[in-house]
């Protein structure tokens, strides 16, 4: 018996007898930057567009097949900062204040408890590394106070951030000279697993680890082997590189982002809607995406390997989700910064030992903001009051719901709708998209926007609304809000758009 197995018995026999030893759950929260849910599991008629080419992903598989997989898990703004801040809070933009990739909720929002934050107020070691927080400006320097022992980044994170290509193969000879950043934070995830399991083991003192994973966000730099479970001949364009039709105007985005990388720069391309790349581009940068996406899934199977090994897995929650979703070309557009499904929509799935072991699958609604309370929940903590409507002055309150009754039963009647949210501006006038997604629609209005001190929709200054029935259109190609047939359905939508999410709690 090794010493591990050894005081696994030890806490084990412990929290038998009398003296009450409660040996919690530990938590390692997994996340990835910029993944679709462009993973086989995902693989189904409600996926917008199916997942092709064949994915090289194992390890989030093996995680999907012991854990409850959010099929139709949605963010709360698909932009990094904005999305993270609000899952981390469990709290939606318009409370946070957070829209952009410079402010920090706890001097626009309020004094919010994080995730990890929580975890460390419940005695939990709570460590994080890469990119949980948006680092810099966003979070005060990934946010000190909710972690217990000094933040980790990889040294040469800069190294690989070349502005020059949008995507590059990185050749063996190279990585194995200077690791990819990925690579080196697995292996300090698992440098501290190493570290923080006998104390977690014995009961003494549980984890709350978080690794963030910086693949596929651009520029996809990857190593080079990856590109073989891609032949170039299997890569296929977007069906459909137009877009929707009768889209207003407000809701496209010219893909700054990607244009910026000098390899893209130099193609003059205008990022308008209805002109796209050259094709030969297209394919290139989707294959690079799907073999960053398979080195990000290699790297996060390291860390699950060790959290075996360790004998922890057992004893460990552990969540993965990916901040946002990705447009591949679809519709000519690229990156994230909208309100179409492929922008919100957004991997998430929850291993809670002993309860979905032999995993599940859910079809129904839900949100980024439900992680937190879930979380709490797993670990069989105090569960948290919902946030009453002003909540700036509350450290903790959720405004998600606890997933755990989805784990009983994931065909239990759930959230009828979910929101999301995108921030445009136009001659100097904020507008605010919002989005509801019910089980066969999307809708999106495009109202002005207060900013502070109210932070309010102004619903009479509308700049566009959307209309995509997924039942006929399930890639959002066809605008119905000016549609007569859709009229009755546009108005209900429209209700309950402007209702908001309090009314479409899960009745639970
Ligand atoms: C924020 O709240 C934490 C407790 O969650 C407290 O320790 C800290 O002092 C507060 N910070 C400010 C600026 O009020
Ligand atoms: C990036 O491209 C610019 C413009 O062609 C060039 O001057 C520069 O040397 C390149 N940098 C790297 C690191 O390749
Ligand atoms: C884009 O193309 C679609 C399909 O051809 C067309 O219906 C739509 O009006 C075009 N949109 C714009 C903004 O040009
Ligand atoms: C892009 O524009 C520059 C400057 O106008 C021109 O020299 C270059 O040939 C253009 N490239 C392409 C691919 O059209
Ligand atoms: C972990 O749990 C699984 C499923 O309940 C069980 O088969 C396995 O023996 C357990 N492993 C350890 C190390 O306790």
Request: aromatic share 12%.
């Amino acid at each position: 018996m090794t010493n591990w197995n050894l005081s696994l018995h030890l806490c084990f026999l412990l929290s038998l007898s009398v003296i009450l030893v409660h040996c919690r759950r530990n938590v390692l929260f997994l996340v990835s930057d910029d993944m679709r849910p462009q993973l086989p599991i995902y693989y189904g008629p409600d996926f917008p567009t199916p997942v092709h080419p064949p994915m090289h992903s194992p390890n989030l598989d093996m995680l999907a097949s012991k854990s409850l997989l959010l099929k139709r898990a949605y963010v709360q703004q698909a932009v990094c900062s904005p999305s993270r801040t609000s899952l981390l809070t469990g709290r939606r933009p318009d409370t946070t204040h957070v829209y952009d990739l410079v402010k920090y909720f706890r001097n626009v929002g309020g004094n919010f408890t994080t995730i990890p934050e929580y975890f460390k107020q419940q005695g939990y070691r709570s460590i994080g590394m890469g990119k949980i927080f948006h680092p810099g400006r966003a979070s005060g320097n990934d946010d000190p106070i909710s972690w217990t022992e000094p933040y980790f980044h990889a040294p040469n994170l800069g190294l690989y951030g070349t502005r020059n290509h949008s995507w590059r193969a990185v050749p063996r000879s190279e990585y194995e000279e200077q690791p990819l950043p990925d690579t080196q934070l697995a292996d300090n995830a698992i440098k501290v697993l190493r570290d923080v399991a006998p104390a977690a083991l014995r009961g003494e003192q549980n984890f709350f680890v978080a690794v963030g994973f910086h693949k596929p966000h651009l520029p996809f730099v990857f190593p080079e082997d990856f590109l073989a479970y891609y032949p170039i001949e299997s890569i296929r364009l977007p069906d459909n590189e137009f877009a929707p039709v009768n889209m207003p105007e407000i809701a496209w985005v010219s893909y700054g982002e990607l244009r910026s990388y000098y390899d893209i720069l130099k193609l003059n391309a205008s990022g308008n809607p209805n002109t796209s790349l050259p094709n030969d581009v297209v394919i290139n940068l989707r294959r690079a995406y799907y073999s960053a996406l398979s080195h990000t899934d290699d790297e996060l199977g390291r860390v699950l390997q060790e959290l075996e090994n360790l004998g922890l897995a057992n004893d460990t929650i552990v969540s993965f989700w990916g901040d946002h979703g990705w447009q591949l070309g679809e519709h000519g557009e690229w990156c994230k910064h909208t309100n179409f499904e492929d922008a919100v929509h957004a991997p998430m799935m929850i291993h809670v030992p002993g309860v979905t072991d032999k995993g599940l699958v859910t079809e129904r609604l839900t949100e980024f903001v439900d992680l937190f309370p879930t979380l709490v929940e797993a670990a069989e903590l105090e569960p948290l009051p919902l946030c009453p409507e002003n909540s700036d002055q509350i450290g903790l309150c959720r405004e998600g719901t606890s997933l755990m009754p989805l784990m009983r039963d994931p065909t239990m009647e759930w959230k009828e709708a979910v929101f999301s949210q995108y921030p445009r501006s136009k001659n100097g006038l904020s507008i605010m998209g919002y989005s509801i997604r019910t089980d066969q629609y999307r809708y999106t209005e495009w109202p002005g926007f207060s900013g502070p001190p109210a932070y309010k929709p102004e619903w009479e200054t509308m700049f566009g609304v959307e209309l995509y029935d997924h039942n006929s259109d399930p890639e959002e190609n066809y605008n119905r809000a000016d549609d007569p047939k859709y009229a009755t359905i546009r108005n209900k939508l429209r209700d309950q758009l402007r209702t908001g999410w309090r009314k479409f709690l899960p009745p639970v």
